[in-house]
T-cell receptor, first 113, second 113 residues
Framework: DAGVIQSPRHEVTEMGQEVTLRCKPI?????LFWYRQTMMRGLELLIY????????DSGMPEDRFSAKMPNASFSTLKIQPSEPRDSAVYFC???????????FGNGTRLTVT | QKEVEQNSGPLSVPEGAIASLNCTYS??????FFWYRQYSGKSPELIMF????GDKEDGRFTAQLNKASQYVSLLIRDSQPSDSATYLC?????????????FGKGTLLTVNP
């Protein structure tokens, strides 16, 4: 089991640029979550999917953020345009069921200058 | 706003001592409670979960849940320097979007040799 795979590990970009973060969940897991972690706000849930369908996107901060899950093995989180306040570590996580633990990817550290 | 509160620490204990980490939550209908450990620069990993009032033991770790007081704790016996990390409390909220895990901001634990 390769675990949850995220790419890239690090992303440095300039304000106004588009950023795309990628995630491959564990095979067989039908729930996928995107979290953002900062020192000030901790781990915040942005959006989660069940069977590729977005279920709760109430944590998406604004229209600049969008997420898709075109199939069971791939999801993207896009920020367009990016701003310095978007700098954070973005985690993708997956789980196979309600009472199963979340398995986190290694995260993408995003720096927007 | 469903909240999970933790003392940010740092909590410093000598090697071999018991470390006690505490967490309170605001959603009285919450059903599932999790403790994650996060080493610096790494992703969160599950240590324990607890669903019922009382204690649950796993090796050196004991989770305690008191739903009436909306309080969950983690005890680490015989603390080791390798236990030094941030410990995140997570609560699965009640309601329609009930796969959603809300995390506290974490408590930084340092175990001194």
């Amino acid at each position: 089991d390769a675990g949850v795979i995220q790419s890239p590990r690090h992303e440095v970009t300039e304000m106004g640029q588009e950023v795309t973060l990628r995630c491959k969940p564990i095979s067989g897991h039908d729930y996928l979550f995107w979290y953002r972690q900062t020192m000030m706000r901790g781990l915040e849930l942005l959006i989660y999917f069940n069977n590729n369908v977005p279920i709760d996107d109430s944590g998406m901060p604004e229209d600049r953020f969008s997420a898709k899950m075109p199939n069971a093995s791939f999801s993207t989180l896009k920020i367009q345009p990016s701003e310095p306040r978007d700098s954070a570590v973005y985690f993708c996580a997956s789980t196979g069921g309600r009472d199963s633990p979340l398995h986190f990817g290694n995260g993408t550290r995003l720096t927007v200058t | 706003q469903k909240e999970v509160e933790q003392n940010s620490g740092p909590l410093s204990v000598p090697e071999g001592a018991i470390a006690s980490l505490n967490c309170t939550y605001s959603d009285r209908g919450s059903q599932s409670f999790f403790w994650y450990r996060q080493y610096s620069g790494k992703s969160p990993e599950l240590i324990m979960f607890i669903y019922s009032n009382g204690d649950k033991e796993d090796g050196r770790f004991t989770a305690q849940l008191n739903k009436a007081s909306q309080y969950v704790s983690l005890l680490i016996r015989d603390s080791q320097p390798s236990d030094s990390a941030t410990y995140l409390c997570a609560v699965r909220n009640s309601g329609g979007s009930n796969y959603k895990l809300t995390f506290g901001k974490g408590t930084l634990l340092t175990v001194n040799p």
